[in-house]
């Protein structure tokens, strides 16, 4: 160990140096440098609380996606000919100020002469309470099982119409439960249509650039251009009337899919071409990455994050394609239940006049598309953790 | 700038080119027509005289033809069985559903949808400006967040619903009677001043369904524009030399953020015709969506492809005219000519 020997005119410290020494790296900055982006990312997102808030919603709807059997009261096609079009029957808790539990008042059931409209009374004098994990109309889980347990039913010889019934009287709060399984899944099979077609030609565009580029740049152009909704309606018109209910289901994701497809595909090409010029890109290649290399471990987890956020802002307006389609009878058909399917029953001024709670379905619809879309916003804001 | 026009033109004709095959692609997708439909159904009635009119017709209309060349008859790039008649020489084809031309069908339906759509296009600017202008000058008030909120209801809300609610409510509370665009007493009437005045009342519960969707992504993006531009120092400065609030903010911000906002009426204008189509439905309006709906039902493929057409040149001339806008007001698009 040699002793420093200063320069003349120049100080020297004589200290021996410790680079984390001048700014200690307190612990919060030290795991803010060392995670990944995907961590930083769940930061950043679990700060937007709305976001948050919303994509609990989202899990929830969709963790009960299987689950619906068990937990409709009713079997979907389940039609109670003495209760047309009753109205929904609130739960109360207390009767006559003392607590009984979860219960509800009876109707009484009466025709109105005069007017030709059927009258429901409640009759208030003895409640019925619900009863739950009991059993109630037999159904084939998950195609595997007969079964007939659900989690709550109506009370023995009672109803239990939470959110009225139909012209058949079918029970509307079980048929929306149902109608969740489709309307949700639709969504995200149509997404994925569009992702797929998206990644594609917007990555071919991006990476191939020349005429490539050039051609379909143009064609999503001239898509980007054409009205949604007439073209739709041409499309789903175009499906033959002998399909299964099944096929259209298909049918229909894949035409939403096949028109929402532009926006990913320019989103893609776009960040493509901005990363390809980015410096970690450059070393990437001097360091002699083979160009799968690049794109699968550089290329695509850096814009992965935005396109999951811009994909998830497209769905909202999938889930109103299919309930427009629906609701004109060009959509879905019967057998199938939707949100949409049941709003088409909803579509005159009877059904707003006479029997306002036909209109429910409208409201998970828009818990979803609005979910959608806070969680889209939190997840646009957190594509990028590093602003 | 004419070079500018040019180009921007001629763009415009290759996409309406594209899309009018597009259309007849999609058109001739089910399988069978009308007039096939229609033989079948007269010779399983033993009407043999009217099969042999409904063939005739299909000799008529080329609908023997392969598909390409009963494209180019339908656009007037071919010579059909009256000669060169198609789109281009303003033929606009035979409506088999109703046996009469095309013309005739749509008649009246057609300007009066172009009316809905401007109401609507005129609506939304009206009403998102000054919200946004509001709500970003006053960021986080209780008015910003009411605005953020009434934004995403319309936008979360299916349209034809919430026509259907409004249709009632207004009927209920206001007298309006709102199916159709006018009185029905004025049906087939000359236009007079009352019957203007009866389709200006019809006009606002459509405006206000087609436009309150548009209106909510406006908002939103308007205000972001804002609120970028009045962090930056121009405006801080001018703001710190005394210029009054209101002109600070009209003069410079404000303009600034109008391009992207013009820019994106090419990105709504799609979303209203279809929003338009679908209220006509519940509404009843006398517009071409639910001659469109009824015509695809039944294969009328002259008259939904007729539709689809008018449709798409209504965008596609809309986002010309944004294009425009956009380069009348920013240089830097005028003087590059072109993107």
Do not use: C
């Given at each position: 160990m040699t002793e420093v020997v200063?320069?003349?005119?120049?100080?020297?410290?004589?200290?021996?140096?410790?680079?984390?020494?001048?700014?200690?790296?307190?612990?919060?900055?030290?795991?803010?440098?060392?995670?990944?982006?995907?961590?930083?990312?769940?930061?950043?997102?679990?700060?937007?609380?709305?976001?948050?808030?919303?994509?609990?919603?989202?899990?929830?709807?969709?963790?009960?996606?299987?689950?619906?059997?068990?937990?409709?009261?009713?079997?979907?096609?389940?039609?109670?000919?003495?209760?047309?079009?009753a109205p929904p029957q609130p739960v109360h808790l207390m009767h006559?100020?003392?607590?009984?539990?979860?219960?509800?008042?009876?109707?009484?059931?009466?025709?109105?002469?005069?007017?030709?409209?059927?009258?429901?009374?409640?009759?208030?004098?003895?409640?019925?309470?619900?009863?739950f994990f009991c059993r109630g109309d037999y159904y084939e889980f998950w195609g595997l099982v007969t079964w007939n347990v659900h989690l709550f039913c109506p009370p023995q010889n009672g109803t239990l119409f939470l959110l009225g019934t139909d012209r058949l009287g079918r029970d509307m709060f079980s048929r929306i439960v149902y109608g969740a399984r489709?309307?949700?899944?639709?969504?995200?099979?149509?997404?994925?249509?569009?992702?797929?077609?998206?990644?594609?030609?917007?990555?071919?565009?991006?990476?191939?650039?020349?005429?490539?580029?050039?051609?379909?740049?143009?064609?999503?152009?001239?898509?980007?251009?054409?009205?949604?909704?007439?073209?739709?309606?041409?499309l789903s018109a175009a499906l033959p009337a002998?399909?299964?209910?099944?096929?259209?289901?298909?049918?229909?994701?894949?035409?939403?899919?096949?028109?929402?497809?532009?926006?990913?595909?320019r989103a893609v090409r776009s960040k493509l071409l901005s990363l390809r010029e980015e410096d970690f890109v450059r070393a990437a290649e001097l360091m002699g990455a083979s160009k799968g290399r690049i794109i699968a471990r550089h290329l695509i987890p850096n814009f992965m994050s935005h396109l999951i956020a811009s994909a998830t802002l497209a769905i909202p307006s999938m889930i109103l394609g299919e309930t427009a389609l629906s609701f004109l009878g060009l959509g879905l058909r019967p057998p199938v239940t939707s949100w949409g399917v049941l709003l088409n029953e909803a579509q005159n001024l009877a059904a707003v006049q006479l029997h306002p709670w036909l209109l429910f379905p409208i409201v998970p619809v828009v818990i979803v598309v609005l979910a959608f879309n806070f969680m889209g916003d939190g997840l646009r804001d957190a594509a990028d953790p590093y602003h | 700038m004419i070079l500018f026009l040019l180009r921007r033109f001629v763009t415009m004709l290759v996409t309406l080119l594209i899309i009018s095959a597009l259309v007849f692609l999609i058109i001739k997708l089910p399988p069978g027509d009308f007039l096939t439909n229609q033989i079948a159904e007269l010779r399983a009635q033993g009407e043999a005289d009217a099969a042999a009119k409904a063939e005739f017709l299909i000799k008529q209309y080329g609908l023997d033809k392969p598909v390409w060349q009963q494209y180019l008859v339908w656009l007037g790039a071919m010579p059909g069985q009256n000669g060169f008649s198609g789109l281009l020489q303003g033929d606009w084809g035979w409506s088999f559903e109703y046996d009469r031309p095309v013309t005739e069908v749509v008649g009246d339906s057609l300007w009066l949808t172009l009316v809905v759509n401007i109401a609507v296009v005129i609506f939304i600017h009206l009403i998102s400006i000054p919200i946004a202008i509001y709500s970003a000058t006053r960021q986080y008030s209780v008015g910003d967040y009411i605005a953020t909120f009434i934004g995403y209801i319309g936008l979360a809300t299916p349209s034809f619903l919430l026509a259907l609610i409004l249709l009632y409510y207004f009927n209920r509370w206001f007298g309006i009677s709102i199916g159709g665009l006018f009185d029905a007493r004025f049906a087939g009437q000359p236009w007079t001043w009352a019957k203007i005045q009866s389709l200006l009342a019809h006009l606002i519960v459509p405006t206000l369904v087609i436009g309150l969707a548009g209106t909510a992504a406006m908002i939103r993006r308007m205000r972001a524009n804002l609120l970028d531009e009045l962090g930056k120092q121009y405006y801080v400065t001018a703001k710190a030399k005394g210029l009054a609030p209101s002109r600070a903010l009209l003069k410079y911000p404000f303009r600034m953020?109008?391009?992207?906002?013009?820019?994106?009426?090419?990105?709504?204008?799609?979303?209203?015709?279809?929003?338009?189509?679908?209220?006509?439905?519940?509404?009843?309006?006398?517009?071409?969506?639910?001659?469109?709906?009824?015509?695809?039902?039944?294969?009328?493929?002259?008259?939904?492809?007729?539709?689809?057409?008018?449709?798409?040149v209504l965008t596609v001339l809309g986002m010309l005219v944004s294009d425009l806008l956009l380069a009348w007001l920013d240089p830097r698009i005028r003087m590059g000519g072109g993107r």
């Open positions: 200063p320069l003349k005119g120049h100080y020297v410290n004589k200290e021996p140096f410790d680079p984390g020494a001048t700014e200690p790296a307190g612990n919060e900055s030290e795991s803010f440098y060392r995670a990944s982006s995907w961590r930083l990312m769940w930061w950043k997102f679990r700060r937007h609380k709305v976001a948050v808030a919303a994509a609990a919603i989202l899990l929830a709807f969709y963790l009960l996606i299987p689950f619906v059997e068990v937990i409709a009261p009713y079997n979907q096609t389940k039609r109670n000919g003495d209760f047309i079009y006559e100020g003392r607590f009984v539990g979860p219960f509800v008042y009876p109707y009484k059931f009466s025709f109105d002469l005069e007017n030709f409209q059927r009258v429901y009374t409640t009759d208030t004098s003895k409640p019925e309470p619900i009863r489709i309307s949700l899944t639709i969504g995200i099979v149509g997404i994925a249509v569009s992702f797929t077609l998206g990644l594609l030609f917007g990555g071919l565009a991006g990476y191939l650039g020349g005429w490539v580029d050039h051609v379909i740049q143009r064609m999503i152009e001239i898509l980007r251009s054409l009205p949604e909704l007439p073209l739709w309606l041409a002998n399909w299964s209910p099944i096929l259209v289901f298909f049918g229909i994701t894949i035409i939403l899919g096949l028109l929402d497809w532009p926006g990913l595909a | 953020s109008l391009n992207p906002f013009i820019a994106d009426i090419g990105n709504l204008l799609p979303h209203l015709v279809s929003g338009s189509v679908l209220v006509s439905l519940v509404l009843s309006l006398p517009t071409v969506g639910p001659i469109l709906l009824s015509a695809l039902k039944s294969q009328d493929q002259f008259l939904a492809g007729f539709i689809l057409m008018f449709v798409a």
